[in-house]
């Protein structure tokens, strides 16, 4: 019940910044736990993103409910914002799939399987290091206001990274990755990095 109310106030304070600078264009509050988009007469393009998967701009990505977790972060108020929110947890991810395997190289284990498995690592350890530089260089570019065709050509790059360390350990399929589930992770979320960007410049 109190959860039901606090979504209430908060669409009602919502609601009355938006009427403050325009005529809004009514649309009906939902009182569950996810909020409505809000698009203002004045500024057809303004965007207000609320909580959940149910979030309009994700319907647009490959992995919703990974996004509409984004959206719950501190701060994360705009399509931009999202994107940006998507590129550092993405970047963060990536830094820590790329510690995880320069500590995994060094265990006996990795050392006793042979050169196959130390140049798989090692091909992975920097493609995460180069999918993270990428993504950094993406967030540059939004600070910068560069172009979009600058932004995309970034991410491009970073879905080309997020994908090799899977692609090397398929040459190799007596080998088994040690982070499936961070390879999993990190390619959905440059995929919907992608995705964002792609919504973001058509609307």
């Given at each position: ?9 908060l ?11 325009g ?8 009182t ?49 914002q ?22 995994v ?19 992975c350890?920097?493609?995460?290091s180069?999918l ?7 967030r540059?570019?939004?600070k ?21 360390c899977?692609e ?11 982070i ?24």
């Open positions: 019940m109190f959860r039901h109310l606090a979504a209430l106030i669409a009602a304070v919502v609601l009355a910044a938006s009427t403050s600078s005529v809004v264009d009514a649309r009906p509050v939902h569950g736990p996810y909020h409505v988009v809000i698009r203002t007469a004045a500024k057809p393009s303004r965007r207000l993103i609320g909580l959940g998967g149910n979030a309009a701009i994700c319907q647009e990505v490959h992995y919703k409910a990974l996004c509409g977790t984004l959206t719950t972060l501190p701060g994360v108020m705009t399509p931009q999202l994107l940006d929110a998507a590129l550092r947890v993405a970047e963060s991810k990536a830094m820590m799939a790329e510690k995880r395997l320069a500590d190289m060094k265990s006996r284990a990795v050392k006793a399987e042979g050169t196959s498995m130390s140049s798989t690592l090692d091909t350890k920097g493609a995460y180069s993270a530089d990428a993504l950094q260089k993406a540059d570019t939004i910068s206001g560069g172009s979009h065709d600058d932004l995309m050509t970034e991410l491009s790059s970073a879905s080309t990274f997020s994908t090799d899977g090397a350990f398929d040459e190799f399929p007596d080998l088994t990755s040690p499936p589930g961070a390879q999993r992770h990190v390619n959905r979320l440059v995929s919907n990095c992608l995705d964002l960007a792609a919504t973001i410049k058509e609307n």
